[in-house]
C-alpha cells in the first residue's frame, strides 16, 4: 500500500464548487465528491471532519453504484473504499458528501487529504452533460432516508443518494453539482429570516458554509464560474418562501429589524410581497445568466405545496421576456401526498422519482 | 318484454349537456349518456343515428364497468345491453356515446328513443361530485385506441373511455360532462382557423352540433347553466393555439379575411399574439365564472407541446388577481413522450394515465 | 361495395380449430377468428349467430389493436369492422370469438359468411411461433370483464381479449389457438361430473360443442392435427378438478352411476384419488403427443388454488420419465390475491397479467 | 456517556443463531443482530471484527429503516449508531450484520461487547411471526449490490439488506433468522464438492463458520432449537446441486475421493443421482421437522435456473406423504431474466423483489 497526498495526485476529479488548489479538499456540498479511477486489489481514502452539533454523511460508489453510506465522524481517518478486488481491474470509484453544507454549524466540514492504495491511478473521463442543481430542503434530500413517522431534524434523514438530483444525474450519465440549503429560499427562508435566501450565497464558493474555519477554506469567495459552466441549472425553491406567508414575522434579536412576507385577511397571497417575490426570481436569474452564459435554466416547482405556482411561472415569463432568454422554462412538479411522503413530512423516495421522471422529460426536450 | 319510451319513463339520468324535455334525447357529446337502474334478466335501448361521413361510437357500462365498445351504424336500432342475467339483481346501466360532437358531420347525432325491458326501472342516485371537462382532441380521447402507426383521422381511434375523463370520474364516482372538439383552441383552431374557439360555442348546448338537424334538435340554443352547476371545471386548452403559431396562415375561402398566431424569426412567439392569446384565456374564464358560480376552476395543460406554459399561467393568473377569483389553478400536465403516446400522435393511455394522476392529487386537494 | 362469400375467397386466415372447407366457416371457440388484409375505405362481415341462452360475444381487431367488444345477438347480419378508412392503406382486420365455446348451449354457434368490402383482399402472412392454449375457466377468461362484485355466469364477464393467452399471443406476435371449458378438469369437473373432463374432448375438432347443429358443423369429427402443429402447448388445468375434491358427489341423473374425489377427514386428499388424478394427467400428455410430435408441453397451474401442484407435478415428472420426453415444464402460476381478483371470483386483469409475465418467461427459454 | 458491556445489561435483543450467554456475542449469520430500544441523543456500538480475507460488513436500522450499510475493517472499535437526536424519544436501533458466515474465512467474525449511551435502555418487544430462511447465494443476497458488470466475488456486492429475506420479514413484521451459504447445496456444492451441504450444518450453531476462533465462539456446538421454534421455514436451496450437473467431479485434494452429479449424455440428469439428490431433500427435510416441530415448511426453488422443479416437488410430495406432514409446500419462484438481474450473474433487487411477492402470497396463506 502507498499513500498518495491530493495536492500530489494528478488523477482524480473533484465535484462540487470548491476552493481552487487547496488541499486537503473540502467537499463543501451535497453531491460534492472525489473521483478515482484505479486499479489494484485495495483503496482507503484520507479524510478530516469536524463539527460542533451535525456531522455529515458520505456514500461511496463503485462502478456508478452506491455501495455504502455512512456517517462520519469527528477526527482525521482512514476509510476504506474497497478491498479483496482484482487487482487487475480498473474501478471507478466515487466517495461523495451525502449531506449539505451545514449553515448551522460553523465547523462543519469535510476534508480530502488523500488515498492509500496498492493500484495505480489512471484519468477520470470528462461527462458529456453538467447539470447545477440549486435548491432548498428537498435538493438536500431532507425526508429521503428513515422511518415516517421521524420528526427530528438530523443529517441521518437527510442526502442525495436517493433523491431527484442522483436520479436524474445517472440517468444521464451527467456530471452534477447541488447547491441547496434547508429551510432557505429565494426571498426568505421558511421563517422570514431574509438572510436565508439562496441567491445571496450563489456567487459565492459556499457561502452557506460560515465561520471562521470554512472561512480559511475558501468558502466566501467568489465562485469562478468559468471554470465550470453547466449546460443546464434546475432551480428548485420556493417552497420556503411559500410556507414564510404562513410563518410570523421574522425579526433580528441584534438590529431589531424585521420581514414577513403577508397574507390577506381572506388568505390570499398580499400583492406587495408577492412582487416582491416575484423581482426576487427575477433577479436571481439575472444573477444565473449573468454566470452561466449557455446553459438552459429550469425553474422547477411543486414538491411541497404550490401555492406560489403562478408567481414563480409569472415571474420567470417576465425574466424571459424582458431579458429575451428563451432558454428558460418553468416546469411543475407533482405535489408530495400521503403515499409518496418520506421522514420529517418531506418528498421521499417515490416522490423524488416522480419529480425527476418530469425533469428527466423535459431535459430530454432541452439537450436531446 | 316491454317497451318504454323514454318521454314516458320517470327513472332515468341523462349525462351531458342536452336539450330538456326534447324526446328522443340527443346524446351530443362524449360523455353523454342515458343511466338506468333496472331488474329482470333483459335490456335493449332503442336508438336512432345518422351521420354524412363520420359515425358516432358508444361504450355500454354494466355496475360500472365497460362491457361493450362498438361502431355505431346508421338508422333507428335496438341495442342489447345485456341478457341472461339473474331477473332479481338491479344492474347499473350506462350507454355512454364515446365519440365527440362532430363539427365536420351536420348530419352526425344520436338520439335515444326508449328501453326495452322484462324488469323494472328504478332511481338513479345522485352523485356527490360534478365534474365538467372542456377542451380539445386530448379531451376527445383522440389517440387512445388503435395502433400507434395508426395516421388516419377515424372515430375508431378516438374515445374517451380510456382517456382522463373517465379515469379521474372514476377515482371520485363523479358525474361528469364533457364539452370537447379536436382541433379547436382557445382563440383559434391549430390551422389558425379563429372560428374553431372553444369559448364561443361554450354558452350553447352544444354549438359544434352544426346543421338544420342539429339545430331542430335544440344544439345552438343557449345552456342552461343553472340546471347543472359543477363542482369542478377542468380547462384542457392551448395545444391547437400552440399549433397555429407553427401554421400558415387560415384564409377565409369566402369572405378572405385570414388569421395567423405569428412567431418571430428567431422562433419565439410575437408578443402581441401572445398578448391576444392570453386575452382570450382571461375573457373565457370570466365567462365560465359568470355560468358556474361555485365551481373550482382548473386549467390544465400541456400534454401536447408545453409552449404555451407561461401565456396561460400568466392569463389564469392575471384573471385570478383582476377579479380577485381565488378558485382558480393551473396545472401543468405530463408531456406524451415516445413511451406513452398513442395513435396519430396523439396521447396513449399512459399518458392519460399520468396526466389523471396529477389531476387526481389537484382535485383532492380541492374537493377533499 | 361488393359481396365476397368466404368459399369464393382465397385470402383470409381462419384461426382456431375448425372444420375443413366447411362454409359457413364456424368459429368454435375462444380465440377461434377470421383475419384478412384488405384495403379500401370499408369493410363488413357477414356472419350468422344462434343460441338458446348463451349468446357468444366478439372482439375486433384493427392492425393488431382491439377497437371493438360486442355483444353478437341471434341472425345472419353484417357488422361494419371499419369505415370512413383511407383507401390505399392495407388494413389488418381479426374478427375473433371472443367466448368459449358453449358446452351448455346446443344451439350456440358463430358462423362466418363472408364480407363486404370496397377494397382488395391480400395475403395474410404465416406468423412465426404456434400456441395452443388448453384450459377451463381461466383459459376462458371467465371473470376479467365486469364489476368485482359480479356473481352472475354471464359470457359479458368472460373473455379473452384480457386474459393471458392473448397477452402471450401479443408478446411473442405468435398465432393461437384456445381449447377450453369453464367448469371442467382433467378427471372431472368442478361438480365432480366426469365427463366434464377436457381430454376426452381434446382429439375432436370441438367436442364442447354439442347438439344436432354443432354435429352438422362438424364439432365432434376427429380433429387433423396434422394440419396444425404447434411450437407450445399451455395446458392450464386442474383447478376444477381439486375444487371437486371438496364439492359432494356428482351422480348421474339416468343411470344413477356416481363420481367423487375424496378428502379424508382431517383435511388431506385421499390417497387413491390422489392417484387417479395423476393418472389422468399422465394420460392426457400422452394423448397430447401422440398428436402433436414436436410441440414444448407446459403444464401451467396455480391461478386459482395450488392444492394439486405436488400432483401435477409429480405427475408430469412421472411422464417425462416413464416417455422420456424431456420437452415437458411444470410452471406455477401466482394464485389470484384480493388484488388481483377480477369478478366471479376468478383471476381478473392483473391476475393474468401476472400469470402471463412467468408464462412469457418460461416460453422465451423454450423458443428463445 | 455511559459504557454498558453487553453481558451486564438486560434489555437487548439479539438475532439469529448465536451461542447462548456468550460475551461478546457473536453475530454469526447474515441477518444477526442486536436490537436495543433505547431514548437519549447519542448511542454507539462497541464491536470486535476480525477477518483474513474476506471482511464483514453491516447495516444500521433506525426506526425499522436502514439508513447505514457499511464495510467493517479490522479491530476493536466503536461505531456511532446515532447523535443529535432528540433525547426523549425512544429509538429502535438494529444493528445487522450484512454479509454471510464466511466458511472460506475461518478468522472472519464479528462481536458486539456493548454499547455507550446516553439514554436508558428500554425492552423489546417480541414479534408475532418468526421466519427462519435457509439457503445458498441467494439467500446471502450475493449479487444485490454493485453494477450489472461485476465479477468479482467480494462482499461489497452481497448482503441481506435489499434481498427477499428482508423484503418479507418488512411485509410481516417478523423477527427473521438466515443460514446460507453461497455455492452450496443439498447434496453438494456448485463444484460437486459433497461437504458443502447444508444439511449437514443445520443442526450444530453456525457450521460455516471454521477454524479455531469460530470454534470457541461456540460455532460448531449443537444449535438449541428449543430455545427459538419459528413459524415458517423458507428453504431455498436446490439452485448449486443444479449447477454441480453440470460441472466437472470433484476430487479431495487429500484423500482422492470424488463426487459428480452426472448428466446422460443426451442432456438429462443420470436417474441415480437425481434419486441421490431427491433422498438428499427428503432426509433433510425429516432434520428439519425433527427440529421444529410447529413450522410451515416451505421449499422455494426456480431463482436462479429451474431445472430441478420436478426433483424437489417430487421430493417434498414424496415427504409429505411418508410423514404424512401436511405442512410443508413447494413454491416456484420467478426465475431471474435480464431484466432483474443483479451483479455477479446473481438475482438483482428486481428479482428478490418479484420472488419476495411470490412468498408473501403463500405465507399470508399459511399465517394468516
Known sequence: M????????????????????????????????????????????????????????????????????????????????????????????????????????ELCHLLVHGFEANGIFHSVAERKLKIEFVGDSITSGEGTYGNITETDWNPMFMGISLNYTVMIAKEFDAEFRCLSQSGWGVIAGWDNNPRRNIPAKYETVCGFAKGSVNEALGAAKPHDFAAWQPDVIVVNLGSNDNGAFEQPEWIDPVTKESFKLRMNNNGTYHPDDIARFEKAVIDFLYI??????????????????????????????????????????????????????????HPGEKSHRRAADVLIDCLRKVVG
Open 2 to 105: 502507498k499513500y498518495h497526498e491530493l495536492r500530489e495526485m494528478s488523477e482524480y476529479k473533484l465535484h462540487g464548487r470548491t476552493s481552487p488548489n487547496r488541499y486537503p479538499a473540502p467537499l463543501f456540498f451535497n453531491g460534492s465528491a472525489v473521483e478515482v479511477n484505479v486499479n489494484g486489489s485495495e483503496l482507503w481514502i484520507d479524510i478530516e471532519v469536524d463539527f460542533a452539533g451535525i456531522e455529515p454523511w458520505a456514500t461511496i460508489w463503485f462502478n456508478g453504484e452506491m455501495v455504502s453510506r455512512l456517517m462520519l465522524t469527528k477526527g482525521r481517518k482512514k476509510i476504506c473504499l474497497f478491498r479483496g478486488m482484482n487487482p487487475a481491474a480498473i474501478k471507478n470509484i466515487v466517495f461523495m458528501r451525502e449531506t449539505q453544507a451545514m449553515a448551522d454549524d
Open 288 to 345: 444565473i445568466r449573468k454566470n452561466n452564459k449557455k446553459a438552459y435554466i429550469i425553474w422547477a416547482y411543486g414538491m411541497v405545496g404550490q401555492g406560489l405556482t403562478f408567481a414563480i411561472s409569472n415571474a420567470v415569463y417576465k425574466y424571459q421576456t424582458d431579458a429575451n432568454d428563451m432558454k428558460t422554462v418553468f416546469v411543475q412538479l407533482p405535489d408530495t401526498t400521503n403515499e409518496t411522503v418520506g421522514s420529517l413530512l
